[in-house]
């Protein structure tokens, strides 16, 4: 535990305030030169994004509910309904509950929407990105860590995929039940309370605890090939689309480097009414879980309602890809000032 007297000090060291500074600087050359917009949104708003699993901070405005930003989401889109072309944004985001080595409940997130890409189309942008980011870190630590990655392109591996290759079963065929049960056979520590019309908790679990850790390569030895989950069921499509052509799927995708997911991407909704839809689907669990309603984001939906354009977006963690550039397993190591010295 480190003394209190020197608890005024950060918690990364001085090279790590360049390395982060060389990633931001060519992160945002890579946006650049591919014609995107930096644009600037707020952190705090009446609005949120509402999420299943995402809690936000709340904060009392003149007798007001407002919230500090999960992500910059909602503002980005209404800045594409106004009539933005491709935009990002480096933006500081607020989630509660969310600690341990690769959690801060404030941290840096890399936003970017491209107008008429599709989501394919941001698989590549977004390995594109990592390889650029990581790079640069090498011109200050003087070791790229992406020379120890498989030099194919990033592996891509779909959420029925991943569930055949460690559970051995077909994950959309199952019931809550058989999920449970295949749980418990592979030794996945279910919580004593869940239950099995929970489908998409059992199926959290599961994720968590048995493939994400393997997701992306685990060992040197092995080699590290980063990979991408893509193709995740409709229940947990967030704010994508669902595959016309294959509705068990939503257009999906998340990346994962030696069991650290980095980002996640979407086929972005356009349709209001179904928004909604899925925004009282989530507050009604919510309202089960005991936990207090959300608002939802109005201006996002009003926004959709006038137009917006067919886009692909990703989040991705800035803090996470300076600790798969530096190979650092504890998120404090590459930020200054975590909450606990905050």
Same mark, same amino acid.
């Given at each position: 535990?480190?003394?209190?007297?020197?608890?005024?000090?950060?918690?990364?060291?001085?090279?790590?305030?360049?390395?982060?500074?060389?990633?931001?600087?060519?992160?945002?050359?890579?946006?650049?030169?591919?014609?995107?917009?930096?644009?600037?949104?707020?952190?705090?708003?009446?609005?949120?994004?509402?999420?299943?699993?995402?809690?936000?901070?709340?904060?009392?405005?003149?007798?007001?509910?407002?919230?500090?930003?999960?992500?910059?989401?909602?503002?980005?889109?209404?800045?594409?309904?106004?009539?933005?072309?491709?935009?990002?944004?480096?933006?500081?985001?607020?989630?509660?509950?969310?600690?341990?080595?690769?959690?801060?409940?404030?941290?840096?997130?890399?936003?970017?929407?491209?107008?008429?890409?599709?989501?394919?189309?941001?698989?590549?942008?977004?390995?594109?990105?990592?390889?650029?980011?990581?790079?640069?870190?090498?011109?200050?630590?003087?070791?790229?860590?992406?020379?120890?990655?498989?030099?194919?392109?990033? !592996?891509?591996?779909?959420?029925?995929?991943?569930?055949?290759?460690?559970?051995?079963?077909?994950?959309?065929?199952?019931?809550?039940? !058989?999920?449970?049960?295949?749980?418990?056979?592979?030794?996945?520590?279910?919580?004593?309370?869940?239950?099995?019309?929970?489908?998409?908790?059992?199926?959290?679990?599961?994720?968590?605890?048995?493939?994400?850790?393997?997701?992306?390569?685990?060992?040197?030895?092995?080699?590290?090939?980063?990979?991408?989950?893509?193709?995740?069921?409709?229940?947990?499509?967030?704010?994508?689309?669902?595959?016309?052509?294959?509705?068990?799927?939503?257009?999906?995708?998340?990346?994962?480097?030696?069991?650290?997911?980095?980002?996640?991407?979407? !086929?972005?909704?356009?349709?209001?009414?179904?928004?909604?839809?899925?925004?009282?689907?989530?507050?009604?669990?919510?309202?089960?879980?005991?936990?207090?309603?959300?608002?939802?984001?109005?201006?996002?939906?009003?926004?959709?309602?006038?137009?917006?354009?067919?886009?692909?977006?990703?989040?991705?963690?800035?803090?996470?890809?300076?600790?798969?550039?530096?190979?650092?397993?504890?998120?404090?190591?590459?930020?200054?000032?975590?909450?606990?010295?905050?």
């Amino acid at each position: 535990m480190t003394p209190e007297s020197d608890a005024w000090r950060p918690s990364c060291s001085t090279q790590m305030l360049h390395v982060r500074a060389e990633m931001l600087r060519s992160i945002r050359d890579f946006f650049r030169d591919r014609d995107y917009l930096e644009v600037e949104t707020p952190c705090l708003s009446r609005d949120i994004v509402l999420d299943a699993w995402l809690e936000p901070f709340v904060i009392d405005v003149r007798g007001t509910r407002w919230f500090l930003q999960t992500s910059p989401e909602a503002h980005m889109k209404r800045l594409l309904a106004a009539g933005a072309d491709s935009i990002f944004q480096v933006s500081r985001v607020f989630r509660q509950h969310e600690r341990g080595n690769q959690h801060n409940s404030e941290f840096t997130m890399i936003e970017w929407y491209g107008v008429g890409s599709t989501w394919l189309e941001q698989l590549e942008v977004t390995e594109s990105l990592v390889r650029t980011a990581t790079s640069a870190a090498a011109c200050v630590t003087g070791h790229n860590v992406a020379d120890q990655w498989s030099p194919e392109t990033f !592996q891509h591996t779909t959420y029925a995929a991943a569930f055949q290759r460690i559970f051995g079963i077909d994950v959309f065929g199952c019931s809550g039940r !058989q999920l449970m049960d295949v749980a418990r056979h592979f030794s996945v520590p279910l919580p004593a309370d869940l239950r099995e019309d929970r489908i998409d908790d059992v199926l959290n679990v599961m994720l968590a605890f048995a493939i994400e850790p393997q997701l992306g390569g685990t060992s040197e030895s092995s080699g590290i090939r980063p990979e991408f989950l893509c193709d995740y069921p409709p229940a947990q499509a967030a704010l994508a689309v669902v595959s016309e052509t294959c509705p068990q799927v939503a257009r999906r995708f998340e990346l994962y480097i030696k069991g650290l997911e980095l980002c996640n991407g979407y !086929q972005e909704l356009t349709d209001e009414p179904e928004l909604r839809r899925r925004d009282a689907v989530r507050n009604q669990r919510r309202i089960v879980e005991e936990s207090p309603e959300l608002p939802g984001a109005s201006r996002l939906l009003a926004a959709m309602q006038s137009g917006l354009p067919p886009c692909s977006g990703v989040a991705l963690g800035f803090d996470r890809l300076v600790m798969v550039a530096t190979a650092c397993r504890d998120i404090r190591e590459v930020m200054p000032f975590p909450e606990d010295r905050a």
